[in-house]
């Protein structure tokens, strides 16, 4: 199985930006679809970033489309959410989560509700 730890959390103005690492280990990264999930408080959790194992296909909540970009290095086992033009609506704890797409092709992106391990997630407030 693999182990995920973010970091790049904090506080911001609105406007402002963050970049969120997740450093992977434990299992082979290129295996693996990810994602970035976040839960504001009193609210479900919200997945607002999936990218697939090759990298070159992603998906958006719509909320995030055009302001939040998902990467991954899998050479680095990290990946990566960079955040422009945050919003007070932003703020949430962002989890890291892994897909396990053995198999599968390297351009699916994982499903929104099929992410198999997550990290112990780092908090994002950014104040109005």
């Known amino acids: 199985q693999v182990q995920l730890v973010e970091s790049g959390g904090g506080l911001v103005q609105a406007g402002g930006s963050l970049r969120l690492s997740c450093a992977a280990s434990?299992?082979?990264?290129?295996?693996?679809?990810m994602g970035w999930v976040r839960q504001a408080p009193g609210k479900e959790r919200e997945s607002v970033a999936r990218?697939?194992?090759?990298?070159?296909?992603?998906r958006y909540v719509d909320s995030v489309k055009g302001r939040f970009t998902i990467s991954r290095d899998n050479a680095k086992n990290t990946v990566y959410l960079q955040m422009n033009s945050l919003k007070p609506e932003d703020t949430a704890v962002y989890y890291c989560?892994?897909?396990?797409?053995?198999?599968?092709?390297?351009?699916?992106?994982?499903?929104?509700?099929?992410?198999?391990?997550w990290g112990q997630g780092t908090q994002v407030t950014v104040s109005s």
């Open positions: 990218i697939s194992r090759s990298g070159t296909n992603t």
């Open positions: 434990g299992h082979t990264f290129s295996l693996y679809g």
């Open positions: 989560a892994a897909s396990d797409l053995l198999g599968h092709s390297m351009f699916e992106v994982p499903q929104s509700d099929k992410f198999d391990y």
